[in-house]
Every structure is written in structure tokens, then in C-alpha cells.
Nanobody, 115 residues
Framework: QVQLVESGGGLVQPGGSLRLSCAVSRSIFSFSAMGWYRQAPGKQRELVATMRFGGSTNYADSVQGRFTISRDTAKNTVYLQMNSLKPEDTAVYYC?????????WGQGTQVTVSS
């Protein structure tokens, strides 16, 4: 059983920064891709950023240039650095590990951007 544990969420003012962490219970090289998704109240879960096995990254247009996904393979941890946060970034953020045909999810961490 794979476990993903997110941390780092919280309340931040507009324009502020947060770094989310996702600790994975086995080597992240076991998966073809790691990613971050988010779900705001009343909305569907949406992709925020992904990093493939080879290191290539992909971002939602809404976060391009503000968010950065990275990984520490020695710690089996994936990060999401979020800068210039906006109120519309408020959501529960989920870590995802994709290894076809399976998808594994963390429990989520709340990010609230408000003054």
C-alpha cells in the first residue's frame, strides 16, 4: 500500500508564499508521474502541476510562473512552491502518484489565501 502525506498548508495573505510537501512511502521513481491537484468548494478537482519520471513539468495556466513543482529523490518527497498567492488559489491541495493503472492520493492539505 502506497501512502502519500501532504503538509505545509495554512492561511496566508494575498501575495504571500507557501511550500507544500508530499512524503511518499516508497521511491518516487516507482511512478511515471507525480503531481499536485486542488479542489475548491463547489468545484471539480483540477490539475495544478505535474512532474514526469524524467523530470519534465507541466503547469495549469492559472499557476504558470507562480508555482514550481520539484522533488527530492533521496527523501521521496515532492514539493509545490507557491508564490504570489491569490484568493482564487484557496483550495484543498492533493498530492498524486501515477503508476498505471493506479493513481494514489494523499489526504489533502488546506490552503487559504485571505486578508
Amino acid at each position: 500500500q502506497v501512502q502519500l502525506v501532504e503538509s505545509g498548508g495554512g492561511l496566508v495573505q494575498p501575495g504571500g508564499s507557501l511550500r507544500l510537501s508530499c512524503a511518499v512511502s516508497r521511491s518516487i521513481f516507482s511512478f511515471s508521474a507525480m503531481g499536485w491537484y486542488r479542489q475548491a468548494p463547489g468545484k471539480q478537482r483540477e490539475l495544478v502541476a505535474t512532474m514526469r519520471f524524467g523530470g519534465s513539468t507541466n503547469y495549469a495556466d492559472s499557476v504558470q510562473g507562480r508555482f514550481t513543482i520539484s522533488r527530492d529523490t533521496a527523501k521521496n518527497t515532492v514539493y509545490l512552491q507557491m508564490n504570489s498567492l491569490k484568493p482564487e488559489d484557496t483550495a484543498v491541495y492533493y498530492c498524486n502518484a501515477h503508476g498505471a493503472p493506479y493513481d494514489y492520493w494523499g489526504q489533502g492539505t488546506q490552503v487559504t489565501v485571505s486578508s
